[in-house]
């Protein structure tokens, strides 16, 4: 039976040790918190620094915020949801599906609301994490970090931008309070994000400018609403629903052909795209400056019936001379042009490859996260885990990101390997599990050899998939079936690892090596 974990029993205890302690909450953390819970593990606990569960979909409100991979798919295999109102569902749908599924698996109570963890450092004496959050220290046996890579906002570092005197907020901390109706607005940012705000915004308010500094690349949204006799065929058909899954899966598969394997053949996407260009924006001067200049994939492939035709609209500019200065109300561009502004939005994406919460996790050798990404790049092995840092997994982690199918899919994959891994340490009386970093290198490398063929590295473009050394550390290389089967067991082989038994005859915990 689940033990109540609330502010009071937590505020009242010095350090509370855990089994295990889960980091996020989104689709990953939870998903994880479920499995352990079928599996009968109650000694965990999920640190959640929102006050629910969902992650970016709690936390993306934005107007028109919806998901680009339809919701059939993009959902947990084991809570399909027949209810769903359209094939792309709507960020509010979403984040109630989540919620539905952790009320319906009842894992409520395995986690700590509210909870920001603020550390965790790895004492090599006790083999255990010490977690620090605004809600009390916590040691614990392993801890896996689920926060995912779009969580913590990025700012432009643009000059004057703290000079602002108007409304000012990211796209993904959107400021309900304020009503943009009637005024002058800028969004700064072309991503996808910026490409539903857009139309969202775009008939209600004064005059809007588009900061564009890249053009992307944009295809028709299939999206529409599921007539009642195809919902009732989800519900009451036994596999309708499983078969319309799996289409949807195998359609997006085939796009790993064009974007990883043999990039020439997105030409064809290409043209699509020109095709939706040259019938949705009536100006030519507009329409050459929103063409894209890499090839289509390099960057994420947005979907959009409404961004184009929003762009065309009389009250919108499509702004891209680079912005030199922000101004208490104004944005001065490079040309030397100023233009008002009553509010700004910026939709500039995330830290993926520089995350903050990177800088307070510290592993084995005293070094944080940062100072290891920093060194060797953002590697990991099968996105799960990092050497140096013993008894941390990660859902999310290096090389597991997609652009063209559903992230639901390798959070699953991930959480078998995971629980298998968590059962492992627990069957085999581990103390310590660390992968080894020359299995860790050797993957890396074939990882690296498969991406330089891909559309990521050889389109032209400059995308938050890369990190400063150049290298792709956030996308998976191949068909995410590939993943699934590489992650089906956790392979205690690739790890050193450590018993209690280890422990009492050697103090410096002598590595034993797997059967
Ligand atoms: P993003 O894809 O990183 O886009 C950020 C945008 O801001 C880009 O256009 C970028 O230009 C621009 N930008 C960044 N810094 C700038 C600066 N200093 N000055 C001017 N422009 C600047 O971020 P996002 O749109 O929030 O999307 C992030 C990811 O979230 C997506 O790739 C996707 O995985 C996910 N997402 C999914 C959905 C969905 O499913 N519908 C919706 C939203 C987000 P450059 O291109 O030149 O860098």
Same mark, same amino acid.
């Given at each position: ?170 796209? =993904? &901390? ?5 009503? $943009? *109706? ?6 700064? +940012?072309?991503? !996808?994000? #910026? ?55 195998? =359609? &997006? ?5 064009? $974007? *990883? ?6 030409? +064809?996407?290409? !043209?699509? #795209? ?242």
């Amino acid at each position: 039976m689940s033990r109540k974990v609330t502010d009071n029993t937590v505020a009242n205890q010095p350090t509370r040790h855990l089994r295990t302690i889960i980091i996020g909450s989104g689709f990953a953390g939870l998903g994880l918190a479920i499995r352990l819970t079928q599996q009968g593990r109650e000694d965990f606990l999920v640190l959640e620094r929102g006050s629910d569960v969902g992650g970016t979909w709690r936390d993306n409100t934005y107007p028109g915020a919806a998901c680009d991979v339809p919701s059939h798919l993009y959902s947990y295999s084991f809570a399909l949801n027949p209810e769903w109102s359209r094939s792309f569902s709507r960020q509010e749908e979403i984040q109630a599906y989540i919620k539905s599924v952790a009320d319906k698996y009842n894992v409520r109570d395995k986690h700590l609301f509210d909870c920001d963890v603020t550390g965790a450092r790895w004492n090599a004496e006790t083999t255990q994490w010490e977690v620090t959050t605004n809600k009390g220290d916590f040691t614990a046996d392993t801890v896996v970090s689920a926060v995912g890579a779009l969580c913590e906002p990025n700012l432009p570092d643009i000059k004057g931008i703290n000079s602002f005197a108007g409304e000012f907020f990211h796209s =993904a &901390r959107w400021n309900h309070d304020s009503d $943009l *109706a009637g005024k002058r607005v800028a969004v700064i +940012g072309t991503g !996808a994000s #910026a490409i539903q705000i857009v139309p969202a915004i775009a008939g209600s308010v004064e005059h809007l400018d588009v900061y564009q500094r890249t053009a992307p690349w944009l295809l028709p949204r299939m999206d529409r609403p599921y007539l009642l006799p195809e919902r009732l065929a989800f519900k009451h058909i036994p596999g309708v629903q499983r078969l319309s899954r799996a289409a949807i899966y195998a =359609a &997006r598969e085939t796009q790993v052909v064009g $974007l *990883a394997k043999f990039p020439p053949l997105m030409r +064809g996407f290409e !043209a699509l #795209a020109k095709a939706k260009l040259a019938r949705e924006i009536r100006d030519p001067e507009l329409r050459k400056k929103v063409t894209p200049n890499f090839r289509i994939g390099c960057k994420r492939m947005l979907i959009s019936n409404e961004y184009y035709p929003a762009l065309d609209r009389d009250n919108v500019d499509v702004v891209t001379d680079g912005i030199a200065e922000i101004r208490a109300n104004s944005i001065v561009t490079k040309d030397g042009t100023e233009r008002e502004v009553d509010a700004i939005v910026v939709a500039t994406g995330f830290h993926v490859t520089d995350s903050p919460a990177y800088e307070t996790i510290y592993g084995r050798d005293g070094r944080s996260l940062t100072e290891v990404f920093d060194d060797i790049g953002q590697q990991g092995y099968k996105g799960s885990a990092i050497a140096n840092f013993p008894n941390m997994f990660f859902l999310l982690g290096p090389n597991v990101g997609l652009g063209h199918t559903s992230m639901v899919y390798m959070i699953e994959s991930q959480i078998n390997y995971i629980a298998d891994a968590l059962a492992t340490f627990e069957n085999r009386g581990l103390r310590t599990v660390e992968v080894r970093r020359s299995t860790q290198d050797a993957y890396n490398s074939a990882l690296q050899k498969k991406l330089t063929k891909s559309v990521w590295s050889t389109g032209g473009c400059a995308s938050w998939y890369l990190d400063k050394h150049g290298n792709n550390t956030t996308l998976w290389p191949d068909f995410t079936f590939e993943f699934r089967r590489i992650t089906r067991k956790f392979d205690v082989a690739a790890y050193d690892t450590t018993t209690a038994a280890d422990a009492s005859a050697r103090p410096d915990l002598k590595v034993v090596t797997a059967p």
